[in-house]
């Protein structure tokens, strides 16, 4: 969805209550475009842990403005459907990263499944 008003209407359709009682939670989904006005905004908060962060941000649940208890997770998991379809780890965004020179400083390629670390410290890719 374009716009976390929608978000907000969508909550309200499956819960009951006003937009206003949704829109905090998922304009910190969105917060992100502030960044980047691109859809890789998403990675930072569009994954399963970012649906504990909301909780840890929000509270287990919220009350609506109908007195229902809904809880946060659900309508940040809702969120993340509705934009993506489904749900993806913090890891699928994460090995859609690609090595480049600046970000492996430090680092040298000891084959295909490693990385290491040039001080003897070893890292394994697991993708």
């Not at 090595?99 to 390629?109: D, E, H, L």
Request: hydrophobic share 35%.
């Amino acid at each position: 969805m374009a716009n976390c008003y929608y978000h907000s209407v969508s909550s309200v359709k499956k819960w009951g209550g006003k937009p206003e009682d949704y829109q905090p939670i998922h304009d910190w989904f969105d917060e992100s475009k502030k960044i980047i006005a691109h859809w890789s905004h998403r990675a930072l908060r569009h994954h399963a842990e970012g649906c504990f962060a909301a909780e840890q941000k929000f509270g287990t649940s919220i009350k609506n403005s109908d007195g229902k208890m809904v809880p946060v997770r659900l309508i940040a998991e809702r969120h993340i459907v509705e934009d993506m379809g489904w749900i993806p780890s913090f890891y699928d965004w994460a090995i859609l990263i690609k090595p480049t020179k600046w970000t492996m400083k430090g680092y040298r390629n000891v084959g295909q499944d490693n990385w290491r670390r040039t001080k003897s410290i070893t890292y394994t890719r697991y993708y």
